[in-house]
């Protein structure tokens, strides 16, 4: 039997028919109306013209793994990436927003269980999903790799180029309301999903340091949290070890597609 077809749905939550939010979705080929888990991706940092946007989930097969699991997988581009229109805000409110409004709209869709929602985000993403996930404390799990959680940390912006992004994206706001913005350890203890945190020791781009300590944050609260430290890796994670990480962890919070 063959899968569902990938479908691309266009979302506008801000009102305006020119404001698209690119989403995919796809159910597992053996979706039968039942209720599914569903697994939201969320992809990174991509330079102009920022494309593939949610399609680099499908290139670096997290989206098909997702799908084999039982789970019904869907990816959400940023603005101004992929098919979503702009501008970007280095994870700030706006793509914020477009997430949450991606999991709204999930939510609400047959076949998706909304007990079983999970974020899983990688570097830029994994700070928006961490975001979000300070906002949604329905989340079932939240999985989080190569992520900034503390912009405070000023080591977050030795890379060249990283601040003058930052800096460029967030034009017009305080500086300080935008740091806060953007970082979930501000925010933890409103955070209710089971984490998972991965990182790689040598990343220079999102220091493993605050990494470790915004873990070290979620369990002083008494969150479920796991952290999985690569040794000598930088800020790509090797994609064998990475997935197997990932898997597992969907295995321990979601279970098979049908258990409750």
Sequence with gaps: ??????????????????GRIEML????????????PVVLLRHGHQEPPRQPGARWTISRGHFQSVLAMGYVSAAVSMPGYGLSDGPPDFCGPRTQEAVRIGLEHLRNMPGIDPNRMV????????????????????????????????LRDRRSFAIEGIEEAYLHETVGEDYDTGIRARSA?????????????????????????????????????GRPARMVMFPGVGHNLPPWQEGEAILDHLRKTLGGSTIR
């Design 1 to 18: 039997m063959t899968a569902a077809k990938c479908r691309t749905v266009f979302l506008h939550p801000w009102g305006d028919a020119s």
């Design 185 to 221: 350890a501000m925010h933890a203890e409103d955070i209710r999903a089971s984490t998972l945190i991965l990182h790689g020791d040598l990343d220079d781009r999102t220091h493993p340091v605050q990494a470790g300590a915004f873990f070290n944050q979620l369990v002083s609260l």
């Design 25 to 36: 979705v796809q159910h597992p080929h053996d979706a039968n109306g039942e209720p599914r």
């Design 119 to 150: 974020l899983c985000g990688w570097s830029r993403g994994a700070v928006v999903a961490a975001m979000v996930a300070t906002q949604e404390p329905s989340l079932r799990a939240l999985i989080l790799s190569s992520g900034n959680y503390d």
